[in-house]
């Protein structure tokens, strides 16, 4: 079956400008969770989605933020680009309900590499 | 902050076992320990999971000391693909736990030689 579908996989901004990006989740799986990778901070939990509803949120200010259709796609958003805002931003699908530790298990995108100038 | 301690760095042989370690002390009774590792540039990849029990799936086995404060991810013949950071994770397993909220450390860096 198809994996998670990131779109772009690059982009480049200027700061102050905002980004949409994209992420087509696994077939069934109904929560998408988001994350940002720096080579400082690391993989940073951005926020989750389930059934158009987020379930889940880091510790980000309110220039991210995403939403989630009710075919669980899902776009995050980033206004007024910063500097440091360059990352790896990471799509993930779970199923996210179910009795089995196995519902737990995160299917990750290969990324949007965004570089902000 | 992450739940788990990890060397930051291992290097193995090609065609050797690599025994990863990790410590996670603090586990709760209802927390699994999962295992993802990243290739560079790549998203994470799921490896294996359990909750006491040693697990074995196609890519590794995963090794649980019975107090549950400590395991080892064993890859059993590593191969130069495996050159990877390879996260630790404890978390719920299912119910409330439910969540795609994952904690992640710093991994360990393995590197694999010819």
């Known amino acids: 079956k198809a994996g998670v579908t990131q779109t772009p996989r690059y982009l480049i901004k200027t700061r102050g400008q905002q980004v949409t990006l994209s992420c087509s989740p696994i077939s069934g799986h109904r929560s998408v969770s988001w994350y940002q990778q720096t080579p400082g901070q690391g993989l940073q939990f951005l926020f989750e989605y389930f059934s158009e509803t987020q379930r889940n949120k880091g510790n980000f200010p309110g220039r991210f933020s995403g939403r989630q259709f009710s075919n669980s796609r899902s776009e995050m958003n980033v206004s007024t680009l910063e500097l440091g805002d360059s990352a790896l931003y990471l799509c993930?699908?779970?199923?996210?309900?179910?009795?089995?530790?196995?519902?737990?298990?995160?299917?990750f995108g290969a990324g949007s590499r965004l570089t902000v100038l | 902050d992450a739940k788990t301690t990890q060397p930051p760095s291992m290097d193995c042989a090609e065609g050797r076992a690599a025994n990863l370690p990790c410590n996670h002390s603090t586990i709760s009774g209802n927390e699994y320990v999962y295992w993802y590792r990243q290739i560079h540039s790549q998203g994470p990849q799921y490896i294996i999971h359990?909750?006491?029990n040693n697990e074995t799936n196609e890519m590794a086995s995963l090794i649980i000391t019975e107090d549950r404060k400590s395991s080892t991810l064993i890859l059993p013949h590593a191969t130069l693909r495996d050159t990877a950071v390879y996260y630790c994770i404890v978390r719920v397993g299912s119910g409330s736990g439910n969540t795609g909220k994952l904690i992640f450390g710093q991994g360990t860096t393995l590197q694999v030689k010819p």
């Open positions: 993930a699908s779970s199923l996210g309900v179910g009795l089995s530790s196995g519902a737990n298990v995160l299917t």
């Open positions: 359990g909750l006491k």
